[in-house]
């Protein structure tokens, strides 16, 4: 992997550009592969002209781009030098959206979500709501000293922690995501133990999310979640309840990885060529909607880093403020190449493999 330490953006570096993202993407030679790598003409050969909605059942939040680790494969492009946050207005209109739904979960990503200010006072609206509220946490901001209390305060509320370590042996966790933090992941993770989480208690459910390093997609999600249950309680006493495993996605940071360690073309090859039929009906884009920090809407997360704003059948690209339900459930999914990051294998999402 490259030894990326600061945002594409403030590289400057020309993959901060989404447009440019899109172009690299779309610009790669697929002719040998199915469909010529075109996704919405896949679709149409499986059955589906079109990628529409199902019931809006998880409103997905991010919350800003300032995190406390810059990743190398970050499709956020996060970082301690980005300084977007959403701010109190906002959050608000996103209570006020949440309220015209009938989703049952609300899902807390970032950057890292807990360092938004607003961030105590969305979960507690949230919970109040009665929805299960997703932390997405990088695990290593747990540590910092004003947040050392985060574990327990979550603990309390029966927050779901989602943390992201890519594997449970070192040298493959510090490979993605930097020198040290493999050590600092196993520190947070004890903490969480210490405060119940990861001991199959519904009310303090620990998940853990792997991604694959390099230019793969992930092994078996249950085989790996057995092995790392018995490689972190082994050598570490930790415990948690369920791992998940997400492919990378062709976009940001680890688009410039595949770009610069020749990996791009292959990797497509990869993607496209596992496409399956039977992971559509699950994709995330069905059944979540993604608020930006600036609060516009997408279809998820992955279209919102290539800014593909969603397409109200009225032709609106609204704000949250103008958040309309019915609008939004006659949508139909922007999609592109990037896609077939969720339809390879067993398929991928925001809750680990779908088929
Ligand atoms: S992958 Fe997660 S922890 Fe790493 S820089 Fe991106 S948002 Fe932060
Ligand atoms: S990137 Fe994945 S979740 Fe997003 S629109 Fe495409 S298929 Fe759906």
Sequence with gaps: MTSTTLSLKQ???????????QELLEGVELTGAPEQGDFDATLASHGWEALTPAQLEIFQINLGKLCNMTCHHCHVDAGPDRKEVMDRETIDACLDALDQTAAHTVDLTGGAPELNPHFRYLVDQCVGRGKHVIDRCNLTVLLLPRLEDLPAWLAERGVEIACSLPHYRQPNTDAQR??????RSITALKRLNEVGYGKADPNRPLTLVSNPVGAVLPAHQAKLEQEWKAGLLENYGITFDRLITINNM???RYLEWLEQSGNLQAYLELLVNSFSACTIKGLMCRNTLSVAWDGRLFDCDFNQMLELEVQQPDGQRPHVREFNLDQIAQRQIVTGRHCFGCTAG???SCGGAIA
């Design 250 to 252: 062709p976009i940001s």
């Design 346 to 348: 067993v398929g991928s």
């Design 11 to 21: 590289r400057n570096a020309a993959l901060s550009s989404p447009a440019r993202q």
């Design 178 to 183: 930097g020198d040290g933090t493999f050590a």
